[in-house]
């Protein structure tokens, strides 16, 4: 069937694009991206694609984020790292250790500019 076979192109398609290695934000996308610079020199490339999620792109890889708990600002948490922000022009990017919530790495400051 023509029906069946499109789904199960969609299906391919879209899980070749979820297991990419790596990921730069493009024009095509469905959302906004936010670029940051961080203190040690790397950057950072931020969307949000809906209130409880961040996709974040590090180190040639993207990392999706979800909402959690935090005192002050928006936190991220999730595939090993941590997200924490204050508005849009403000991050903080940290390592979660295996079985942490929190971070305990002190992190790396990050500018939107």
Partial sequence: MIVRGCIATMIVALSG???APSYHA???????WVNYTCSDGQTVEAAYPDS???VISIHHATHTLHSVIS???????GDGWQWWTKGMREGMLAPLAPGETIA????????AG
Avoid: M
Avoid at 104 to 111: F, L, V, Y
């Fill in 26 to 32: 493009q024009a095509s996308d469905p959302f906004a």
């Fill in 17 to 19: 694009c979820a297991t």
């Fill in 52 to 54: 409880q999620t961040a």
């Fill in 71 to 77: 005192g002050s600002g928006a936190r991220y948490a």
């Fill in 104 to 111: 305990s790495a002190p992190g790396i400051d990050c500018h």
